[in-house]
């Protein structure tokens, strides 16, 4: 049946993806939303999956693949950490990533970014990456790496390609139409590198308060909003020959 569904919406909600072919002439920073353990790490929190995943272990894969490519070349990277204080809770999700746990640490596979001079790390307590970025002088990390790289295009991977990376983008894409964080110009949101949770309806109804969550399904709906929103979505990403 749900596989059902999700043909129809796809039929009913077509998603056109383009290539994106990555150029040292125009300046391209990666975002990377909270590839944390706690969200992709099997059985390493509440909200971390509880058997190996295809979809998250595909996007750690592509994600690592394109911060190697971006630190060998020295382009900006930038790395969202969802990370939360243990008093104050974040309804209707149960506690997670707590400051100071594993959950709040990247994902083994990505821990030698700490190392590398062209990333930077932005430990955030809330979805939205943009306002999670404020520093208590007001000034915001994530809007002074964009204007101090001179960065005209973003490329953003992750996880959950309908929550955290869609808020992420859409306040970003927010901002940029405002024209505070020029000289950006566009938002790329790299399909195979972004996956969400999987909580079917069977499994939902069992635990109180808890909302269904088919993921192949609600991926594309991030997806697609994200491309409403003003996002480009792509289904691969390469290196010209001139870099």
Known sequence: MISNT???LKNELPLEQEALILSGD???GL???DLVNGFC???AGN???TQPDKQISEMVDESVRLARLFCDKKWPVFAFLDSHHPDIP??????????????????????WLENESNVTLRRKDCIDGVLGSIEKDGSNVFMDWVKTNQIKNILVV???TDICVLDFVSSTLSVRN???????EDVFVYSCGCATYDLPHHVARSIKGALAHPQELMHHIGLYMAKGRGAKVVSEVSVGASC
């Open 26 to 28: 125009v300046k391209t």
């Open 90 to 111: 974040e309804p209707p999700y149960p506690p997670h990533c707590i400051i100071g746990t594993d959950e709040s640490k990247l994902v083994p596979e990505l821990e």
């Open 41 to 43: 790490t099997v059985g």
């Open 158 to 160: 992750g996880i959950c």
């Open 6 to 8: 999700i043909d129809m």
């Open 31 to 33: 975002v990377l939303v």
């Open 47 to 49: 909200l971390a999956p």
């Open 178 to 184: 405002r024209g505070f964080l020029a000289p950006l």
